[in-house]
């Protein structure tokens, strides 16, 4: 066997080990690791892919290579017709072979502005900062995520009800919707992500987002169901990894007291009630618009921003840009057991 290999190899042995350490030390169920699908891993000196046709060569041991040759789409014409990104490692599986691509981070721009978006279990929404001035009231709307979740939580449950007797069926029938409804999850907040880069792109912005980590879900007791943080976090996964790979700057700011503090006056509420905030001081506007501006205020002070200074009292209630509206296409799957309708 090629020495290169052998790198990664031990690669591979030693995240495998490293997962089994961590679920030990977290005490969640685990076995003796073994790797029963058959695969190979080689970095980018350890095999060769002819852009052009698509052979991949992979030398074997001394004067012995196998030679394959890759289905290659339009898509994958895209990637490697672009001389500006080079191959990373190479994953060869029984059915497919994936190439990982490299790009250098891209040059960011001069910042004309500042996009700031509080993120909702139904939507982003922001507000775009030029000079001193809030200039625009932006959201992005997504509400078919939580009802994609309640659908699919309703049909887990009546899984488990149905194979009671079965928890090996239910178990793996129960997987295989937590797998269907990430992928449609996932698919809409692509979506999302790019008409918000693409907005904060054209507009020379830099956006900030509220750092999620570290937040507890709250119980939603009306649907008697945990709305999970997940899809806001998996959002922000998305719209940082775009940002980069289009050379957006993103910053993330500290969300405390964000929902509850007025921008004005500076005093901070007790509720976090109703849509409008409303404080003594007289200003009152969309709460998740007040939660932006929060949010950029925060990045102003901790210089996130640039040394933004801006004056939220000289703000007008601008009429709202919608960056991505609800996706009516959306399809309740047609097997759906729940009588919760898609939302406009
Ligand atoms: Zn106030």
Redesign the pocket.
Request: aromatic share 12%; proline share 0%; charged share 10%.
């Given at each position: 066997m090629c020495a290169q290999h052998l790198v990664s190899a031990f690669e591979v042995a030693g995240s495998i080990l490293k997962n089994h350490r961590r679920r030990l030390r977290k005490k969640l169920p685990a076995q003796i690791p073994f790797v029963r699908r058959l695969f190979m891993k080689a970095e980018n000196q350890a095999y060769k892919l002819d852009r052009v046709n698509g052979i991949l060569d992979l030398p074997i041991r001394a004067g012995c290579h196998v030679k394959l040759r890759l289905v290659m789409s339009e898509y994958h014409r895209k990637y490697l017709d672009d001389e500006s990104l080079s191959l990373g490692s190479m994953t060869l599986l029984p059915d497919k072979v994936i190439v990982t691509i490299r790009k250098h981070a891209p040059k960011p721009y001069a910042l004309a502005s500042v996009l700031s978006l509080d993120t909702n279990e139904r939507s982003l929404d922001g507000v775009l900062a030029k000079e001193d001035q809030i200039t625009a009231v932006v959201r992005a709307e997504f509400p078919e995520v939580s009802v994609i979740q309640s659908v699919h939580h309703d049909k887990r449950r009546m899984l488990q009800k149905k194979k009671s007797h079965d928890r090996r069926t239910a178990k793996r029938l129960c997987a295989r919707e937590g797998k269907r409804e990430h992928h449609r999850i996932d698919h809409r907040m692509h979506e999302v992500a790019n008409a918000v880069l693409s907005f904060a792109e054209e507009r020379k912005s830099m956006i900030i987002l509220e750092d999620l980590t570290g937040i507890k879900p709250r119980r939603d007791k009306g649907f008697n169901r945990r709305i999970s943080m997940w899809p806001r976090r998996k959002l922000h996964q998305i719209i940082e990894y775009k940002a980069a790979w289009r050379g957006i700057p993103v910053a993330k700011v500290d969300p405390r007291y964000s929902s509850r503090k007025?921008p004005?006056?500076g005093?901070i509420q007790d509720s976090r009630k109703g849509a409008e905030f409303v404080?003594?001081?007289g200003?009152h506007i969309d709460r998740h618009i007040n939660a932006s501006i929060n949010l950029l205020q925060t990045a102003a002070s901790e210089k996130a921003a640039g040394g933004l200074r801006f004056d939220p009292g000289a703000f007008q209630h601008d009429v709202v840009m919608v960056l991505c509206g609800p996706n009516r296409t959306v399809r309740l799957e047609p097997n759906g057991t729940s009588g919760i309708r898609a939302v406009a």
């Open positions: 007025c004005v006056c005093r404080c003594g001081c200003w």
